[in-house]
């Protein structure tokens, strides 16, 4: 079986749905009706997960979870406290976790948080992408939409640290942020050329996750069941909104 792979090229569009089932039978039952939807990404958040006494524990859930989703991409990521998730680890178990997940072959993609590479540095990016995996580096503020130029320092961040993928998660306060937002790709591309994935959180931010292929953001997120950030639409209703927002040149 062949795996589908990420479309980076404009105008493309990537539908990840995230898993949040908290033990191995009901991440199983998300898992297949995941694998059955509009998703082209299967993200595991693995912070929602509780039978995680170890490392071996996650790589064999990934091995069964890879064979429940078939050729759908498999995205693992622990998203911690500090950053809107459901549990926190150190950074070294933070460091174990990821590179140990990474080289387990189970996966295609890894998001690592922005905030945890100043302690773990660029040579921790390096060898997740050794293991084969290709790395999102996320940065979220659940809070507000930072200005342009503290957005555009992320990114360039991200860039220089060898993400194949930016990912900006953040809360509008009102239009003009939202506005911002939908720009924010363009503005970024004037300085580097990292694929992006620009999202609003919350319910002035749902425009944001549908307009990716007016915008240039290559992610979007929805949810199976229990929504895993505010404002995301069910994955079953998502691809009907982005496709009556696509324009045609």
């Not at 976790?97 to 996966?107: D, H, R, T």
């Not at 200005?147 to 930016?166: C, E, H, S, V």
């Not at 937002?181 to 970024?188: F, V």
């Not at 990292?194 to 931010?205: D, H, K, S």
């Amino acid at each position: 079986m062949v795996k589908k792979s990420v479309r980076i090229e404009k105008g493309e569009l990537n539908i990840v749905v995230s898993l949040t089932g908290n033990n191995t039978d009901s991440l199983m039952e998300q898992a297949k009706k995941a694998a059955a939807s509009e998703a082209d990404i299967i993200e595991w958040r693995a912070d929602y997960f509780t039978e995680r006494d170890t490392v071996s524990e996650f790589s064999q859930c990934l091995t069964s979870l890879r064979e429940a989703i078939g050729d759908k991409l498999l995205l693992f990521t622990f998203r911690t406290k500090e950053e809107g998730g459901l549990s926190d680890i150190s950074i070294r178990e933070y460091h174990e976790l990821c590179l140990a997940v990474a080289e387990s072959g189970k996966i295609d993609l890894i998001d690592v948080e922005l905030s945890r590479i100043d302690f773990l540095g660029r040579e921790f990016i390096k060898e997740l992408k050794d293991a084969g995996v290709k790395v999102i580096l996320s940065f979220h503020d659940f809070e507000q939409t930072p200005d342009d130029p503290t957005l555009i320092y992320r990114i360039g961040m991200m860039n220089q640290f060898g993400a194949d993928i930016g990912k900006i998660a953040v809360m509008p306060n009102n239009l003009q942020d939202v506005l911002r937002l939908m720009g924010i790709i363009t503005k970024a591309r004037a300085f580097n050329q990292l694929p992006l994935a620009v999202i609003g959180m919350g319910e002035l931010g749902k425009v944001t996750r549908i307009s990716g292929k007016v915008t240039g953001s290559i992610l979007t997120f929805a949810a199976l069941d229990t929504p895993s950030a505010p404002g995301q639409f069910a994955v079953d209703q998502i691809k009907s909104l982005i496709d009556a927002l696509t324009i045609s040149e």
